[in-house]
């Protein structure tokens, strides 16, 4: 099965494995599933680096693409369609543009989201499947 991971899922599964749940662990490491990561995490935490809400372990943001394809995951990109229409997401609690745009591909591509984000539960009557 497919699943893309949220931004903090990433850097738990590179740096801190013991915050993933084991059903997020689980499908991870299966080596069935195909792990992808939304070219908008990158963005996100570079961002943060850059204005010290975020701090990584000892690497640099442009570093964290080698780490990720290390970890077996794929790097999903944004096609035009995707950001074009992603004004089409109803606005709900969850108001990250981050996020918004990782749940707006997930919908899209109809591939399952692991987070631990609860806000975005609200989200599934619109097609996110979600997974922790």
Request: proline content about 5%.
């Amino acid at each position: 099965m497919n699943y893309l991971i949220d931004t903090h899922v990433l850097l738990w599964s590179l740096f801190d494995n013991d915050k993933l749940s084991k059903t997020a662990s689980s499908i991870i490491i299966n080596p069935d599933n195909t792990i992808f990561v939304s070219l908008i995490s990158f963005w996100e935490i570079s961002l943060k680096y850059n204005i010290n809400k975020l701090s990584l372990n000892n690497i640099i943001p442009e570093e964290l693409p080698k780490y990720t394809e290390k970890a077996g995951f794929e790097i999903l990109s944004l096609s035009p369609s995707e950001v074009s229409s992603s004004y089409r997401l109803p606005k709900l609690k969850h108001r990250d543009p981050f996020g918004r745009l990782i749940i707006w591909q997930c919908i899209t591509n109809n591939i399952c989201m692991i987070s631990k984000n609860s806000d975005l539960s609200e989200y599934k009557e619109f097609g996110l499947q979600i997974a922790w």
